[in-house]
């Protein structure tokens, strides 16, 4: 009877140990890694592609962006989207402030904002889906000559939903992109994105899990009678 029980579950156990080694961690930086210091009169993508979960889930990811610092005191925001696709490969930019006046003064969010969806040279073909992930402002806390005196470290971790979106939209052509529309000037040493993955569960784990219950259910049921 014990050498019954052991060999149900020690090959369950295998199997487990084994899809739990093989989780994936991928990580993204683009070029320029700091994205061209994210300046105010420009929104960016950041398409990435050639995105191969390997049949795996997404169960978590991380954006990143190092010391992160306004340029001014002037009221800010950040727009940060997932979109399912770019038009451009890598990093790319559209002109949101033609005037390119200074100090710019105009914050909207071009990506939920249509007026420039027309132009030609828009990041987006039109319909492109895409999530919101959040906006966010930052301080101006950045003084060169004070030692220590530096930026934000802003760690944005993807809600449940968003991470459903970013893997529907990497099995959508094995690709996917980030926009930023930076409404001021964002000094930065650095953005990274990393995705969390690991194995779907196979059926013949389950199967072989389910077995090696069933067996201690029967071992635990002949003890008892
Ligand atoms: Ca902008
Ligand atoms: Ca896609
Ligand atoms: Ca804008
Ligand atoms: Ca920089």
Known sequence: MRFIRFSLLVPT???LVASAASADTLTFIPNPADLGDLDHHYVYTWRIDNV?????VVTGATLRINNIRNWDNNPNMLFIYLLDTAKGSGVRSFVDDPSFSAPVTDITDDFANTRYHNNSNW????????????QQSFLKDYNPSVPGNQGTNF?????????QALQNYILNGNNFALGFDSDCHYFNDGVSLTIETR??????????????LAGLYLRRRRRMS
């Open 52 to 56: 191969n979960l390997n049949g795996q």
């Open 123 to 134: 990041l987006l073909a039109a319909g492109t889906s895409m999530t919101k992930l959040t």
């Open 199 to 212: 194995p779907v569960p196979e059926p013949t784990t389950l199967a072989l899990l389910g077995s090696g």
């Open 13 to 15: 156990l295998m199997l």
């Open 155 to 163: 760690v944005y971790v993807f809600t449940t939903s968003q991470l």
